[in-house]
């Protein structure tokens, strides 16, 4: 099934407690797109660039088999450009510089020959640009999913209500979910915002690991317990697009199948961490993919027959 | 298997953002008795309590099957009391007040009837004090746990590492592991708190679940996502309660037991926490026990074909 992602391409430069790094590309898209194509090569990209924006990663992107000609590039213009600096606690980062450069008058364009999108991924973007893909998609895909951030929540929630009600699927954080319902305990909250529109909630947890929730049925996988979290910068994006990959991968929307996402979309997230930006994610083979799930098997596997 | 609990029998008084409550009856072996006991009749206690501690619980230990010789009644003594203040996150909570009273010169006493003591489950008292039932004991029992906190580590680390070379597991909650290793990574905390004794380890992280390791083997549990918790106190001496009261009652120490044994008590955590104190502790059936473990089971089973 083909997957289209739609989301910021950008240059981040991260500090961590292990180092920093000068601009190096980033972004919700890019992370999103590698993650995804480890399950799937049949994809396409929304997204907008500047002329900075390094040609070979394009290239790059074409050659794993993703349609860039949603790709608007704009010569004379700057990447989105995103600076921060995580502590010890990598569940919390200060942002230092944020530049909207071609992002702040992103106008999506839905090329022609984008007609047979099945699965959607939009990544976090200001919730009208998100609700106008929807709307400029000539069908409506048979799986939307949507992350969205608490800076959404704060300066435009009537936006993001709105996009709510055409998605199946939220993916936010557990304070995002917080936020978003008013109700601290997240099985409350997580029944609240379904009552807005998405019937399917991915909470992210971070080093927590992540739950999901289907109507009234609930899923939780952890985060494997690394022994270093270099770089935390797109595990949330890398988590979304294993999850979305997965699932236009195998087509299958069952509760038992999204448990099988969420668990790939963990091993993906924590292949991200382990060095600095998609260092990781461009390398990685299909059989570490698979060992790492493995992991996860043995980490929450467990036998009891209850009486 | 017979278990002895040697722990602080005490009165509370907890304010949640869901009330406040008078002093109640509370206290780390008060907590793992009733825990262990859903397991377990073949008990033993070493405590210390003052005159106004209510005669009636005691009397009703005994019916229980709770051997409590070892409990020193000081009359003419207060018992300890502890004062605390929890916020939204229930992870973190303020002392108002803490009077140590007949605990300030606990010297615990072995009946000469303590003779076959097969599990030990040392509750959060100072580590001399834990240390002195260990050598107190005729012989040394089959499984040796200990809890701890953070308060002993800032004040009293020499003794803890001494009680610690004698003990098989230590559960403590992930701010403490992260203190006692200097490691904030829990993996690596785990091989250097290993390294100091104990050959399992079990990492609490409230909310958040817990963690079992067990020389390199790696076990997770989560926490249910409830809609209410409460008041968390006693949830940590209620898991630890449940952990041993499962291995003295199935007296198996395999890896695959303990992921049991965690996730029992992990069950008996999840009561502990929906009402103030020990109310639901007290009056917990078998069958509710039983059916919140099948909860556990549907929220981490999945299915996946690794290739």
Not at 200 to 221: P, S, W
Request: net charge negative; with cysteine; charged share 25%.
């Amino acid at each position: 099934m083909s997957l289209l992602v739609v989301g910021s391409m950008a240059f981040d430069a991260i500090e961590t407690p292990y180092g920093k790094t000068d601009k190096i590309v980033g972004g919700a898209a890019t992370y999103i797109c590698y993650s995804a194509n480890q399950f799937t090569n049949d994809m396409k990209l929304i997204a907008v660039v500047g002329g900075d924006f390094p040609k070979e990663i394009i290239a790059d992107y074409k050659t794993r088999g993703i349609n860039t000609e949603g790709l608007q590039i704009k010569e004379n213009e700057k990447s989105f450009f995103w600076s921060g600096k995580y502590h010890d606690n990598m569940n919390q980062r200060d942002t230092l510089v944020t530049e909207l450069n071609v992002l702040g008058d992103f106008d999506p364009i839905v090329p022609e020959s984008y007609t047979d999108v099945d699965y959607l991924m939009l990544g976090n973007l200001q919730p009208a640009v998100q609700e106008s893909v929807i709307d400029r998609l000539p069908k409506r895909p048979k799986f939307i999913a949507l992350d969205t951030m608490n800076f959404w929540m704060d300066i435009a929630m009537e936006e993001l209500k709105s996009v709510m009600k055409k998605i199946d699927c939220l993916i936010i954080n557990d304070e995002e979910a917080r936020q978003l319902s008013g109700e601290y305990h997240l099985k409350l909250a997580a029944k609240k915002i379904m009552g807005m529109g998405p019937n399917t909630l991915i909470i992210k947890k971070g080093e927590h690991g992540a739950l999901l929730f289907k109507e009234d049925k609930i899923f939780f996988t952890p985060a494997l317990p690394l022994e270093v979290v270099f770089d935390p910068t797109g595990a949330g994006d890398t988590f979304a697009g294993g999850v979305c990959g997965y699932l236009a991968q195998t087509d299958d929307l069952s509760f038992e199948n999204m448990k099988r996402a969420i668990v790939y979309g963990s091993a993906m997230a924590s292949f991200c961490v382990e060095k600095f930006g998609t260092e990781m994610l461009v390398e990685l083979k299909r059989s570490d993919l698979e060992d790492r799930v493995q992991e996860f098997v043995d980490i929450v596997n467990f036998d009891i027959l209850v009486s």
